[in-house]
């Protein structure tokens, strides 16, 4: 079956770096777009990050020219270089599959937290 599995999270201080990766089995990797998800205490789930297929990205404007999403379809794996972090980037943050004919996600990670704090 389809899994998504995230690593890569943890504590840092603001103005530092991590990069998350989710490893993904069970389905044809590189015909499927792909997204990075966030939530914070309190507050609903957003899209911080999406790339298609053809590598075409998407960024919300909160993290665009800190974060950058990526592919590499022979290891089954989608990354997100997070440079210059701040306090509010705090959040656990999930990648998923994005189903081709609805375009919605339909498979999620069991996300990895992300910490920014001094």
């Known amino acids: 079956q389809v899994q998504l599995v995230e690593s890569g999270g943890g504590l840092v201080q603001p103005g530092g770096s991590l990069r998350l990766s989710c ?17 914070a205490p309190g507050k609903e789930r957003e899209l911080v990050a999406s790339i298609t297929s053809g590598e ?44 081709i004919t609805t375009r919605r996600p339909d498979y999620w990670g069991q996300g990895t937290q992300v910490t920014v704090s001094s």
């Open 23 to 39: 490893v993904v089995s069970g389905m044809d990797f590189n015909i499927y777009a792909m997204g990075w998800y966030r939530q």
């Open 56 to 99: 075409r990205t998407y960024y919300v404007d909160s993290v665009k020219g800190r974060f950058t999403i990526s592919r590499d379809n022979a290891k089954n794996t989608m990354y997100l270089q997070m440079n210059s972090l701040k306090p509010e980037d705090t959040a656990v943050y999930y990648c998923c599959r994005y189903q």
